[in-house]
């Protein structure tokens, strides 16, 4: 490989991680916003979303940039691919911070509401599966990344369990419906956020074994 041509592909890598780890740290922030009712931690998640899409810019021209002066293949055209589909999806995942983050600032302005469904182990189980596509994207691990990919219908779970119980709390206290409809937003982010690292780990799967696992759930059964 030509070193013109690995300084690239280095540069492609040191850019995909710095904005995953930016990525990652809007959604901890999200979440801890929502917890503490932290209304100055959600308003600096929602000024960081403007540095996320000119990364995302700038990375993705730079893939373009590879792609027409060195025209790779094999593994080296699965790697470009495979970062412009991750630095979209890491881009999304930036907004569904977002997303959290406004709804954290609604509900810091108003009463606390009690309800029976732990909405902390949802958001724990979505950054997890975040944190372990970025580390299998960073160690380049399929079986890490397979891991990720059997652990979505968890979460998919999760969140139809929270639309029952905020539909019966509806019933029960009308009066908090404005609360309880924001409550079953942050769920939808969390599954959203949950369904970007599938996408993720997939990617990663493809990069380093050429095979398309998605839509394909029987080849994530052996784990390998």
Do not use: W
């Amino acid at each position: 490989m030509p070193k013109i041509f690995q300084r690239e592909i280095d540069r492609l890598k040191k850019e995909i991680l710095v904005l995953s780890a930016i990525v990652e740290e809007s959604v901890q922030n999200a979440v801890r916003a929502i917890a503490s009712r932290d209304s100055k931690l959600a308003q600096k998640v929602i000024e960081t979303d403007s540095e996320i899409d000119q990364m995302e810019v700038d990375l993705e021209e730079s893939c373009l940039k590879v792609l027409a002066l060195h025209q790779p293949v094999a593994i080296d055209l699965r790697f470009i691919v495979a970062v412009l589909k991750i630095n979209n999806d890491l881009e999304r995942i930036g907004d569904l911070a977002v997303n959290i983050a406004q709804r954290a600032g609604f509900l810091a302005l108003r009463p606390k509401v009690n309800i029976r469904l732990n909405l902390t182990e949802m958001a724990e189980r979505a950054q997890e599966m975040l944190h372990k596509s970025l580390d299998a994207l960073i160690n380049m691990d399929p079986i890490l990344a397979k891991s990720v990919c059997a652990s979505d219908d968890v979460i998919d779970n999760m969140h139809e369990e929270m639309y029952r119980v905020v539909e019966d709390t509806i019933r029960e206290k009308p009066d908090e419906i404005n609360s309880l409809i924001q409550l079953l937003s942050v769920s939808r982010q969390l599954e959203r956020i949950a369904d970007h690292a599938t996408n993720i780990a997939e990617d990663v799967i493809y990069m380093v074994q050429a095979e398309v696992v998605r839509h394909h759930p029987e080849k994530l059964k052996d784990g390998k």
